[in-house]
Every structure is written in structure tokens, then in C-alpha cells.
């Protein structure tokens, strides 16, 4: 027999042995699915046995990833803190049936109501919270600022208990008035260096023009890769650059730099509507393409690339 006559019986012989066994495989699956609809019709003890007896034909996946389960470090109970002093700072001891007061007694059983006099103070205009401390276990603390309308801020402080999955909330106690957040030192600016007017910062003014008033198209200004959408609806009429500044020296030069230099520069600008003129601050960075600077990110976040933190 020839070679080419042997190599031809071998791939001939090889996909009816593949064959065999994948019919041996299928017998097999046809067997257990027998056995087990049998041990079914006999009960449910039967059925047990069957599952702890019969060998696996078939091998293990492989496992899965853990699912993450979500517990109280990462359930900040900040928003509901929140709710709540907004509906008790609004309720009343002498209206308990009011639908402020009943928020307040579901989010808090164990709360007593206020009791403010008529007209003794200003109208609540807004709550926010502002801290959030994980005390011992699943207990936690929560600074939430009330704002009225003549300008008076006042903090409260929040217990609140956290269910060990995060999904349950409740007030244990009546909220606490607490001095508010103090004050630090403005931190030192990176931005230094007086930007002369020029070449960048006519982009800078050009693109937030653009940017805030929808005169022109945002992406001409938009370097290679970076996507950035204009103010939608557009809020102001017109955008004056008053002060340019940035964080490296290059960005002063006389001269164009060579493509690739990348500044940051915070923008001060003057936009105006019909309501009014308002001071607005960017920090936007640029690069060098091809002789023309271009913008690389928005401090703003909606940068989707190209962005800087």
C-alpha cells in the first residue's frame, strides 16, 4: 500500500472513531436523562439521592467571579439623612397628621416632632448634606445644612443606622444643631503665569464663546480624539475673556511652541444674558498641532477624552 493510501485510511479512520465517541457521549446523556426523570417519578427522597450518588459526566465550569454584595461601608445613608431634617424641619408636633409629619415618623418611629411658633422664624428654603462618619458598626453620622430665606444656615446632626446589606435606613434619634464646617486657607494656584494676549488666549475665548453662547461649532476647537458638546440650551449671549492665566512658562512665550506642548490655563470670563452679567472661571488645557493651539480637556468633567483631573 502506498503512503498516500495509508495517510488516506488514517484521516478516514479518524472521524469515525470522533464519531463514536460522540455517540458513546450522547447514549450516556440519553441514559442519565432516563435515570433521572425515574428518580423523579419515585419522590423527592429518591431525587436526593440520585443527585448525591450519580458521578458527573460532563466537566466543571469554571467558577464565576464573586458577585459583589453591597454593604454599609459603601451604603451612605447621606441622601436619606437628607429627607429627613427636610420633612422635620417642616413638620409640626401640632399637625402630626400632615404629610411632612408622616414622613418623618416612618423614617424615624422613635423621633419627636418640633414644635415651631407661627411666624418665630424664616421659611426653609433648601437642606444639602454635607459630611457623612461611619461611627462604630453599622451607625453613622450625617452634617446636613438647612438654608432659610434670610440667609441663615444651620447644621444638623443626623444618627442614622444602616442594615449590614444597605438597603434599610432609619433615624435614631432627634437631630442635633452643630457649628458648621470651618474655614481653611485658599490653597496656593499652580497658575502663575499672566497669559499675554496672543495666539492662545484668543483659542481659549474663541472656544468658550463657542462653547457657552453656541456661536460657531465646539469641535474646530476640539484637538484630535477629544469629544465636548456645547452648553445645550445655550446660556448666555455673549463671553469676554478677562484674565488668562497658566501653569507653565511656555504659555508666555512669544513664539508659537513646537507641536505637542501641552499648557493648562484657567480662564476668567464675564458671560451675560438677559438676567444679567456673571464671572465664570475655566480650567481648560490646550496642545500644539500642526502651528494652532488646541483644546485637550475641560476641567468641567464632561471631557470624555483628553480630559484632565
Do not use: C, N
Request: hydrophobic fraction near 45%; charge should be neutral.
Amino acid at each position: 500500500m502506498s503512503v498516500g493510501k495509508q495517510v488516506s485510511g488514517s484521516e478516514a479512520a479518524t472521524p469515525m472513531i470522533a464519531g463514536a465517541r460522540l455517540e458513546a457521549m450522547r447514549r450516556r446523556v440519553r441514559l442519565s436523562r432516563l435515570a433521572l426523570w425515574t428518580v423523579i417519578a419515585a419522590g423527592p427522597v429518591a431525587l436526593g439521592v440520585a443527585i448525591t450518588s450519580t458521578p458527573a459526566t460532563v466537566e466543571a465550569a469554571e467558577p464565576t467571579k464573586p458577585v459583589g454584595v453591597r454593604t454599609s461601608d459603601a451604603a451612605d445613608p447621606a441622601g436619606y439623612a437628607q429627607v429627613f431634617v427636610g420633612a422635620w424641619l417642616r413638620s409640626s408636633a401640632d399637625d402630626s397628621t400632615s404629610a411632612q409629619a408622616r414622613l418623618v415618623q416612618s423614617m424615624a418611629p422613635d423621633v419627636e416632632l418640633p414644635d415651631p411658633a407661627v411666624g418665630a422664624q424664616s421659611k426653609l428654603t433648601s437642606v444639602a448634606a454635607v459630611r457623612s462618619a461611619q461611627h462604630a458598626g453599622d451607625a453613622w453620622s450625617v452634617t446636613v445644612a438647612a438654608q432659610y430665606t434670610d440667609g441663615a444656615v444651620r447644621y444638623f446632626a443626623v444618627p442614622v443606622a444602616v442594615d449590614r446589606a444597605g438597603t434599610a435606613f432609619v433615624v435614631t434619634a432627634e437631630p442635633g444643631v452643630v457649628a458648621g464646617p470651618a474655614l481653611i486657607d485658599v490653597p496656593a494656584s499652580s497658575y502663575k503665569v499672566s497669559v499675554p494676549e496672543g495666539d492662545l488666549s484668543s483659542a481659549v475665548g474663541e472656544f468658550l464663546a463657542a462653547y457657552l453662547t453656541g456661536s460657531g461649532e465646539v469641535g474646530r476647537y476640539l484637538a484630535p480624539g477629544v469629544r465636548l458638546s456645547a452648553v445645550s440650551p445655550s446660556p448666555y449671549t455673549t463671553v469676554t475673556i478677562q484674565q488668562v492665566l497658566a501653569a507653565e512658562k511656555v504659555a508666555a512665550a512669544e513664539q508659537m511652541p513646537g507641536d505637542g506642548t501641552r499648557v493648562r490655563v484657567r480662564a476668567q470670563v464675564e458671560a451675560r444674558d438677559a438676567g444679567g452679567r456673571w464671572p465664570l472661571a475655566y480650567e481648560v488645557e490646550l496642545k500644539v498641532r500642526s502651528s494652532r493651539w488646541e483644546v485637550a480637556g475641560l476641567e468641567s468633567g464632561t471631557s470624555q477624552a483628553g480630559g484632565f483631573r
